[in-house]
C-alpha cells in the first residue's frame, strides 16, 4: 500500500511538472499573419457591370462597339493582413480552449474594368476597386503533442465568425461617349465621375484549421508561429452609396456638378435578395420606383485563404 502511495505521488508530480513546463492555465497570444488567396473564382458583379476587363473600339458613324480584348477577373478579399488577440486556457498536456478576436483587411481588388476607343482616342475610362474590412471571433480547439523537446508541436481546429464588415467599392469613371453619362442625367453627353458604395454582409459561419509549434523563450513566454487555413464566404444585405462626385457636360458644352444628395434613393440603396420577383423593386422594370430602395440578387465572396501567424505566447 505504501508502495502504491509512494508511485502515486511520483506520477502526480511528474504531471505536475509537465503542466507547468506546458504552460497549463491561461493564456494571452498577441497574433500578427498575412494570409494568400487559395481559391481565386469569377468576382460577382458591380451593379450592372459584369466582373470583366473589357476594351472595344466604337465606330463614330454607327455607334457599333467592335471588341479588342475580354477577360474575366478572377480573384479572391481572402488575401491581406490580420492582427489579432487570442486568449486560452491549457487544461492539461494535449488539450486547450483558445477564443480569438482578429481584424481583416484585405488587399485591394479591380473588380470591373471596361476601357474604349474611337480610333486612337480613349473615350471611356471606367474601373471599379474593392477591398473588404472585417472583425471576427474565432473560438478553437487545439490539441498539443505532449513533448519534453523545445519544439513544441499542435494543431487547432474550429469556427470564423464574423462580427463585423464591410466591402468598399470605389469607382472612377471618365465617359465622353455618353453612355454611361446619360444614367445620371439623360442630357447629358460626357461625365467624369467618382464614387463609393458599401455594402454591407450578412452574418455567417466558417471554418479555421492551423497547425503550429511553440518555442520557449522563458518561464512564462514563448514565441509561436501557425500555418492557418480560413474558409469564408460572405453574402451582401445591403448596399448603400456613400460618395458620389461627379461633372457631367450637357449637349452646349456646359457644365453640370452632381452630388450624392442629387441621387434618387433607389440608386443610392440597394437591398439584396436570394430571390427577386415581378413585384421587387428593380431599376428599368415597368414598377420601378426610385423613391425607395432597389432590389437585387444577393451574391457572395470569399474572404478566406492560407495564412502565416506569428506572436508571443504570454502565460498569466
Not at 490580420?82 to 484585405?106: D, K, M, P
Not at 505532449?146 to 472612377?172: C, H, I, N, W
Not at 434618387?264 to 439584396?272: D, K, M, Q, W
Request: hydrophobic share 40%; proline share 5%; charged share 15%.
Amino acid at each position: 500500500m505504501k508502495k502504491l502511495l509512494i508511485v502515486a505521488a511520483l506520477v502526480a508530480g511528474i504531471s505536475f511538472s509537465t503542466f507547468a513546463q506546458e504552460g497549463r492555465g491561461f493564456y494571452l497570444k498577441p497574433t500578427g499573419s498575412y494570409f494568400l488567396k487559395v481559391t481565386p473564382v469569377e468576382f460577382p458583379n458591380v451593379g450592372n457591370l459584369q466582373p470583366k476587363d473589357y476594351v472595344f473600339s466604337i465606330d463614330p458613324t454607327t455607334g457599333v462597339q467592335t471588341r479588342i480584348s475580354e477577360q474575366a477577373i478572377t480573384g479572391s478579399f481572402g488575401q491581406g493582413w490580420r492582427a489579432g488577440l487570442t486568449g486560452g486556457f491549457r487544461f492539461n498536456a494535449v488539450l486547450a480552449f483558445e477564443l480569438g478576436i482578429n481584424y481583416f483587411e484585405s488587399e485591394k481588388n479591380t473588380m470591373a474594368k471596361q476601357t474604349g476607343y474611337i480610333g486612337n482616342t480613349q473615350v471611356l475610362s471606367l474601373e471599379s476597386v474593392g477591398q473588404v474590412m472585417a472583425l471576427d471571433v474565432t473560438p478553437t480547439i487545439v490539441f498539443h503533442l505532449p513533448t519534453e523537446a523545445k519544439f513544441k508541436p499542435y494543431l487547432k481546429m474550429g469556427a470564423v465568425v464574423p462580427v463585423y464588415g464591410k466591402l468598399t467599392l470605389d469607382s472612377r469613371v471618365s465617359d465622353q461617349t455618353g453612355a454611361i453619362a446619360k444614367t445620371v442625367n439623360p442630357n447629358f453627353v460626357a461625365i467624369e465621375l467618382t464614387r463609393t458604395e458599401v455594402i454591407k454582409p450578412k452574418p455567417t459561419l466558417g471554418f479555421i484549421g492551423a497547425a503550429g509549434f511553440n518555442i520557449p523563450m522563458g518561464k512564462n513566454m514563448s514565441f509561436f508561429s501557425e500555418v492557418e487555413y480560413r474558409n469564408v464566404s460572405v453574402n451582401g444585405d445591403r448596399k448603400e452609396v456613400t460618395k458620389f462626385a461627379a461633372t457631367g457636360t450637357l449637349g452646349n458644352g456646359a457644365k453640370v456638378n452632381v452630388g450624392l444628395n442629387d441621387l434618387p434613393l433607389g440608386t443610392r440603396e440597394v437591398n439584396y435578395h436570394k430571390t427577386i420577383t415581378a413585384s421587387s423593386n428593380i431599376p428599368g422594370t415597368a414598377n420601378y420606383n426610385p423613391n425607395i430602395a432597389s432590389d437585387d440578387l444577393k451574391s457572395y465572396i470569399n474572404i478566406g485563404g492560407l495564412g502565416l501567424n506569428v506572436g508571443i505566447k504570454i502565460g498569466i
